[in-house]
């Protein structure tokens, strides 16, 4: 009885007592990058780029290429790639945008003559009959916009641009701070490890290594994924003659990172697309039927084959962690929320097993004749 009432406290107190350490820990790096956000966005940033490519700049070494040169051939092939991928997207991407511009006006005026009489007849709502005729509304006065609105937007367009400028500063400081983290990554690593007192560092380094795993099978993965879904949208739309299939392939692919987010967007963009510019008819169900094969082939077949059964972290524990992070640190918050949340998810997997090896959880049973009371 008293044994097993002081493991009971025991295991309790000591739960507390990492709970404190754990909470305060978090508490202090939260306020700390919630207060140097800005700051710590490009160095973030880069120590990310650098954690991606690391195990890829050690494959170079062990071939006997120098790390620093294996590092600047990535860095210069990055660049050779992006430069490619926009010198033959942007140009698709103008002709796209141009052709929506030519066709728009007409797509939108048998829109409006179609949908006009239903919401006059259901709702008592009037639309303007063609662009013509919102301008002149607008220009007559009938319809009236608030000054504080446009106050409110050139302030934003202001802070936008001020914003901006410091974007540039920091997409420049990237390539440079990722150089640098590449070059002593590994030192970083075993630097911080040392840190560790040193009768903790053998379990921390275990524990280091399940977040790796996690890490590496959501991001490294999610990211082959999220490119060759961005391609299979982007071509298929194009072949069935959606206007902006590139854009909407690209957007798609991007925020693919967030399950279910990018699917959402391809079919809905691109099915918006096919309504205004065919209507209902094959083009609309070739959109949907593209759809989900695409759908399949990615659940099937490019996600089991690419990031495989060890990611162990649920698309709804991603999403929240996606938004909480983006809610309170911006991209600051984006870049760090699926670390942090793996590392909370080891923690807490820990923190179970302890749990039920533990006689709070596997009490003894009740001997006879005592009514099973304590």
Same mark, same amino acid.
């Given at each position: 009885?008293?044994?097993?009432?002081?493991?009971?406290?025991?295991?309790?107190?000591?739960?507390?007592?990492?709970?404190?350490?754990?909470?305060?820990?978090?508490?202090?790096?939260?306020?700390?990058?919630?207060?140097?956000?800005?700051?710590?966005?490009?160095?973030?940033?880069?120590?990310?780029?650098?954690?991606?490519?690391?195990?890829?700049?050690?494959?170079?070494?062990?071939?006997?290429?120098?790390?620093?040169?294996?590092?600047?051939?990535?860095?210069?092939?990055?660049?050779?790639?992006?430069?490619?991928?926009?010198?033959?997207?942007?140009?698709?991407?103008?002709?796209?945008?141009?052709?929506?511009?030519?066709?728009?006006?007409?797509?939108?005026?048998?829109?409006?003559?179609?949908?006009?009489?239903?919401?006059?007849?259901?709702?008592?709502?009037?639309?303007?009959?063609?662009?013509?005729?919102?301008?002149?509304?607008?220009?007559?006065?009938?319809?009236?916009?608030?000054?504080?609105?446009?106050?409110?937007?050139?302030?934003?367009?202001?802070?936008?641009?001020?914003?901006?400028?410091?974007? @540039?500063?920091?997409?420049? @400081?990237?390539?440079?701070?990722?150089?640098?983290?590449?070059?002593?990554?590994?030192?970083?690593?075993?630097?911080?490890?040392?840190?560790?007192?040193?009768?903790?560092?053998?379990?921390?380094?275990?524990?280091?290594?399940?977040?790796?795993?996690?890490?590496?099978?959501?991001?490294?993965?999610?990211?082959?994924?999220?490119? @060759?879904?961005?391609?299979?949208?982007?071509?298929?739309?194009?072949?069935?003659?959606?206007?902006?299939?590139?854009?909407?392939?690209?957007?798609?692919?991007?925020?693919?990172?967030?399950?279910?987010?990018?699917?959402?967007?391809?079919?809905?963009?691109?099915?918006?697309?096919?309504?205004?510019?065919?209507?209902?008819?094959?083009?609309?169900?070739?959109?949907?039927?593209?759809?989900?094969?695409?759908?399949?082939?990615?659940?099937?077949?490019?996600?089991?084959?690419?990031?495989?059964?060890?990611?162990?972290?649920?698309?709804?524990?991603?999403?929240?962690?996606?938004?909480?992070?983006?809610?309170?640190?911006?991209?600051?918050?984006?870049?760090?929320?699926?670390?942090?949340?793996?590392?909370?998810?080891?923690?807490?997997?820990?923190?179970?097993?302890?749990?039920?090896?533990?006689?709070?959880?596997?009490?003894?049973?009740?001997?006879?004749?005592?009514?099973?009371?304590?």
């Amino acid at each position: 009885m008293s044994g097993h009432a002081n493991a009971d406290r025991a295991f309790i107190e000591r739960s507390v007592r990492i709970g404190i350490v754990g909470a305060l820990v978090l508490a202090v790096v939260l306020g700390t990058l919630w207060v140097l956000k800005g700051a710590l966005t490009p160095l973030v940033a880069a120590l990310v780029i650098a954690y991606l490519f690391d195990p890829l700049i050690d494959r170079f070494e062990a071939r006997g290429i120098a790390r620093s040169v294996a590092i600047l051939i990535l860095l210069a092939g990055i660049g050779i790639a992006l430069f490619g991928v926009a010198f033959f997207l942007i140009p698709a991407m103008q002709r796209d945008v141009a052709a929506l511009a030519e066709n728009l006006p007409t797509a939108l005026r048998d829109g409006l003559s179609g949908l006009g009489p239903r919401l006059q007849e259901q709702f008592g709502i009037t639309l303007p009959r063609s662009i013509a005729d919102a301008i002149e509304t607008l220009r007559s006065g009938e319809f009236e916009i608030p000054l504080d609105a446009i106050r409110g937007l050139l302030e934003r367009v202001v802070t936008g641009v001020t914003g901006t400028v410091g974007a @540039l500063v920091s997409l420049l @400081l990237i390539p440079v701070l990722a150089y640098y983290m590449l070059v002593e990554f590994d030192r970083i690593r075993l630097a911080v490890l040392d840190l560790v007192p040193r009768d903790y560092q053998e379990m921390v380094a275990t524990e280091a290594a399940r977040v790796d795993v996690l890490i590496s099978g959501f991001i490294r993965g999610q990211l082959t994924v999220c490119l @060759l879904l961005g391609i299979l949208y982007a071509v298929g739309f194009t072949v069935i003659g959606i206007d902006l299939a590139i854009v909407i392939g690209v957007a798609s692919g991007l925020l693919a990172i967030i399950p279910y987010v990018g699917g959402a967007v391809a079919l809905t963009a691109a099915a918006g697309m096919a309504l205004l510019q065919y209507g209902v008819d094959i083009h609309l169900a070739l959109v949907v039927g593209w759809y989900f094969l695409v759908q399949g082939l990615e659940g099937f077949v490019l996600t089991p084959k690419i990031v495989g059964g060890s990611l162990g972290m649920h698309p709804v524990t991603v999403i929240v962690a996606l938004l909480i992070g983006g809610d309170l640190l911006g991209f600051l918050g984006l870049l760090i929320a699926v670390p942090l949340a793996a590392v909370v998810q080891v923690f807490l997997q820990d923190l179970v097993t302890a749990y039920r090896s533990s006689s709070v959880y596997s009490a003894p049973e009740p001997e006879a004749g005592d009514g099973g009371l304590r």
